[in-house]
């Protein structure tokens, strides 16, 4: 069904953001005259081609599409509506005839990109989205799973290992925390600083275990009123639970990063600078100034400049650059920190390593007899190295990876969303245009960044460790028992004997544990 609008002057109408927006206006304020007791509506097709077209330019003035303009209120193309005429061929002399729609991404002219009007959301949060080098203002991502980023099965199958492994990584971290306070003098630099490293993997494992267990409440919010009505991926420091849960998370990360460099440091001066425990340990009041000043002064000035954002998938809040926000906040506060710290932690670990080989080769040139024990000891700092530098290389690796890729996504994302439903050629151009999110390098994120606090206990998997939680339940059974004696013993009896005459008892050796 067409007609003419012919009461609307084409000069009263200046703005050329779509060629169907006066024919549409003419369908919604001057609709065509029938025998129907209602007016014909408009189809849902010309609406949204209309605002494809001129919401863009409608934000770039502060204004919102309205709401009783709104697409969904309009009947789909199969049922009783009025849409434009596209077609050449059926337009009789004289008629006006709708200009050609604008050409398709990579043809030609690029449409302006537009926020979907479910993922608007209020003006004062400050929430901005980057499509393709534009910047849609009060607009944010979906948190729903769309298909464009990661569909709902692979999402579900990613949050079950996110709560396996950080289930795994927060009991790991206890046991060696427990242990250390079982024995705290077994534990005395270099070999302290794996109990402080555990500690903050232990808070780690905790921010992934709250995310797995709350949902989506931390990393995404809304539905907002007035805005679209959809849930949108949190950006910025206003969510006080993400915000929660980012500090909890981003700080004993980092702090991990430095208690790193700290053990690598001290078996360096261990080993290579041939320092004794008791100088070492003079500096521990400087080593937790680093490990814990430092990032506690990253994640205030992460979280003063907004720096923060939601990752649904794994339910947490971390860098905007990698939840899809800005790239450079991503670089600044993560990438850098990151890197340099994996980097200086391994050059002091590998020259630690040199000056043992040093020393080995020396004692078997004096005595090759009395390896074994720096040999075993040379084989458990390499293991337990390898166990820290390779899953934080690949981590580090994966938020590169995702921070070079997240422009893509989106712009693959804001294609596919802006392609009519029916039409499948407009999806499948947008598809084509940038690969979606790799699962296997999502897979790998989470569970290597939850790998080192699993095997942070590896320093303490040992026969003394055993023999301590052995002593522990020994003294807590006797414990247990020298009570309930003493509950059910009778009276005292009191038998006075020559003690002169006895014995001294013979003083029993200590035990070990």
Known sequence: ????????????????????????????????????????????SLCLDVKAGCEGLMNRFGYRWPHSLDC???????????????????????EPQPAPPPPPPGRGRRPRASCPPRLVVPAELGYRLDVDGETLPDCGLPCDGDDAFVDGRR????????????????????????????????????????????????????AYVVGFAVGPAVACVGPFEGGGGGAVVTQGAQHGPCSAVFALLYFFGMSASIWWVVLALTWFLAAGLKWGREAIEGHAPYFHLAAWAMPAVQTFAALGTGSVGGDPVAGVCVAAGVAGGPRAPGTVFLLAPLGVYLSVGGCFMLAGVVSLFRIRSAMRRHDGSQTAKLERLM?????????????????????AHDLSSSAGWIRRWHALVSCPAADRACRETASAAARPPDFAVLVTKYVMTLLVGITSGFWIWSGKTLAAWRGLYARLCRGATSNSSSRSAGPAVVIRTNTSALKPPQPQPPVMI
Do not use: W
């Not at 002057?9 to 003419?26: E, G, H």
């Open 379 to 399: 084989v458990r700092i390499g293991v337990f190295g390898v166990l820290y530098a390779v899953p934080a290389a690949v981590v580090i690796a994966c938020h």
């Open 1 to 44: 069904m067409r007609f003419e609008c012919a009461e609307t002057d084409d000069d009263a109408l200046q703005v050329q953001c779509s060629p169907y927006l006066k024919f549409f206006l003419c369908t919604v304020y001057v609709p065509v005259c029938t025998m129907l007791h209602e007016p014909v509506p408009p189809c849902r």
């Open 155 to 206: 999402r579900r199958v990613v949050r079950l290992l996110v709560g396996a492994a950080s289930a795994a990584c927060v009991a790991s971290s206890l046991f060696t925390l427990l242990t250390f306070v079982i024995d705290p003098s077994r534990f005395r630099y270099p070999e302290r600083s794996i109990v402080f490293l555990s500690a903050c993997y232990l808070g780690v494992g905790t």
């Open 72 to 94: 969904d209120k309009f009947p789909p193309s199969g049922g009783l509506c009025v849409d434009a005429n596209r077609s050449a061929a059926a337009e009789g002399p004289g």
